[in-house]
């Protein structure tokens, strides 16, 4: 991992500690992950801890944004909203953050930047709720004239 700062390695090498952890408390952060298998739900929790990996190599906002709206689309499939897909990615960076802090006592910069990607994160959900209410009210006056 050559030029990678190292809150990035940390949290690499953090990353299989995150995964049981995740995997173990499931039931109490998402009741629809609750019903998953340990290995369907190790797949979805191992895609965001990717996608957060690559959030904090790149700062590449615009493939985090990518990623986060295909994460919401799945969610969605499964009956839950945009805003519950943000508690569940929130509970599963502040569950990465937590471990970095017991993991690196000396060192807060893993959990500071774990952190900095969950708001990150939220703010980018909530811009993307903003602007389908946008669209949304924007349809309205349409919708209306055509009930005439």
Do not use: C, K, W
Not at 6 to 22: D, G, H, N, T
Not at 53 to 73: E, K, P, Q
Not at 114 to 125: E, K, P, Q, V, W
């Amino acid at each position: 991992m050559s030029g990678v700062p190292s809150y990035v390695a940390a949290f690499e090498q953090l990353r299989p500690q995150i995964l049981a952890r995740l995997i173990e408390v499931r039931g109490s952060l998402d009741h629809a992950i609750a019903r998953l298998s340990a290995d369907e739900a190790r797949g979805m929790f191992d895609a965001v801890l990717h996608a957060l990996a690559t959030l904090l190599v790149t700062g590449d906002h615009t493939l985090h944004r990518g990623f986060l709206h295909s994460f919401v689309a799945v969610r969605s499939t499964e009956g839950v909203g945009p805003d519950h897909a943000q508690r569940l990615l929130v509970a599963i960076a502040d569950t990465a953050a937590t471990l970095a802090r017991a993991q690196h006592p000396n060192d807060p910069t893993v959990a500071l930047a774990i952190n900095h990607a969950a708001r990150l994160t939220a703010r980018m959900i909530n811009d993307g709720i903003a602007e389908e209410l946008e669209r949304r009210t924007a349809q309205l006056p349409a919708a209306a004239g055509g009930r005439r």
